[in-house]
């Protein structure tokens, strides 16, 4: 028989702050159900203490780890290498440890990518997002990445919208326009997917409204929600009730996570308990 093990491989999450952050919750019911010792950890990291925080999971041979705000940038000096994603959008959310060096990549765009492609091909499609922050740029260079053709980029600041236009422009073949958002947006006949990247509809601001003319979404669009806390944001039921194809925000946390637990363990979790142990604590 297998001698008795009390070590257990270890991944994380560092934020700051970070204790509503729902990960370790899908993870650790994906290592349960593949039978597997391991762990993550939500740990609180200050900025100050992040170069500290990186050395410590190699001392202590750490398999991997997530990134949430405010560190998705800043970590990427403590890094030895950086995937072609994380490399063009400059930011990482995952690292994974191979022998003694730590590689950055970033399984937000991925995820949402792997939640569009069940219903629809990103090849050749023209992309609505609203928002250019850091979700918005993940996406857009993902999307690029498979093929979108052409990239629409809504947002309120216009400093914002005009890096993610300019990055855009600068590390994919893909085509793009920035639009400065003042007042209720018209979705363009012919657009293929929309995408809320911005921070609109999250917990506890459930009603709030997306600055957008709901007649304009035509039963042809996909129509997809970044928002994991509520799933059914309110651009999800509104979308759904104009007959669009709808993805919600749990959908690209699950497939995010889905990507992270593959490369750490190389082992393929099950979605379905993952999503599931999410519903669960969202209520
Ligand atoms: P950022 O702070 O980087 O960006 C927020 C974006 O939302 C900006 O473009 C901002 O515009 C816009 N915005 C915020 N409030 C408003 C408003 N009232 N009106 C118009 N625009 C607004 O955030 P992130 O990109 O990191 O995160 C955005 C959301 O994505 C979060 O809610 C997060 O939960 C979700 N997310 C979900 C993931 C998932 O797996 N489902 C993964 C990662 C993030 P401006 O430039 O004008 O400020």
């Keep these: 028989s297998e001698p008795l093990s009390f070590k257990q491989e270890i991944t994380a999450v560092f934020g700051q702050p970070v204790a509503e952050n729902p990960t370790q919750v899908m993870i650790e019911a994906a290592f349960a159900d593949a039978g597997l010792a391991w762990r993550y950890l939500t740990l609180e990291v200050a900025p100050s203490d992040l170069a500290a925080a990186v050395s410590g999971t190699k001392a202590m041979g750490f398999r991997g780890f997530n990134l949430t705000i405010p560190h998705k940038v800043e970590v990427i000096q403590h890094l030895d290498r950086l995937s072609e994603a994380a490399e063009k959008m400059g930011a990482v959310n995952c690292v994974i440890r191979d022998g003694d060096e730590l590689i950055g990549e970033n399984t937000d765009g991925k995820g949402f990518v792997e939640s569009l492609r069940e219903v629809s091909d990103p090849q050749g499609q023209n992309v609505v997002i609203l928002g250019a922050g850091g979700a918005a740029r993940a996406i857009a260079i993902e999307m690029a990445l498979a093929g979108a053709a052409k990239f629409t980029i809504v947002n309120r600041s216009t400093e914002r919208g005009e890096q993610l236009t300019e990055l855009i422009k600068a590390?994919?073949?893909?085509?793009?326009?920035?639009?400065?958002?003042?007042?209720?947006?018209?979705?363009?006949?012919?657009?293929?997917?929309?995408?809320?990247?911005?921070?609109?509809?999250?917990?506890?601001?459930?009603?709030?409204?997306?600055?957008?003319?709901?007649?304009?979404?035509?039963?042809?669009?996909?129509?997809?929600?970044?928002?994991?806390?509520?799933?059914?944001?309110?651009?999800v039921r509104e979308a759904t009730a104009a007959g669009c194809t709808v993805l919600d925000g749990l959908g690209m946390l699950v497939n995010q996570g889905v990507i992270g637990f593959r490369l750490w363990t190389g082992v393929a979790p099950n979605p379905a308990v993952m999503r599931a142990a999410l519903e669960e604590v969202f209520g």
């Design 171 to 235: 590390k994919t073949g893909a085509a793009v326009e920035f639009v400065h958002w003042t007042d209720d947006y018209d979705i363009p006949a012919g657009t293929h997917v929309v995408i809320n990247a911005t921070s609109i509809g999250l917990f506890p601001d459930v009603d709030a409204r997306i600055p957008l003319n709901t007649d304009s979404l035509t039963a042809d669009m996909v129509v997809a929600d970044v928002i994991p806390n509520p799933p059914a944001t309110r651009l």
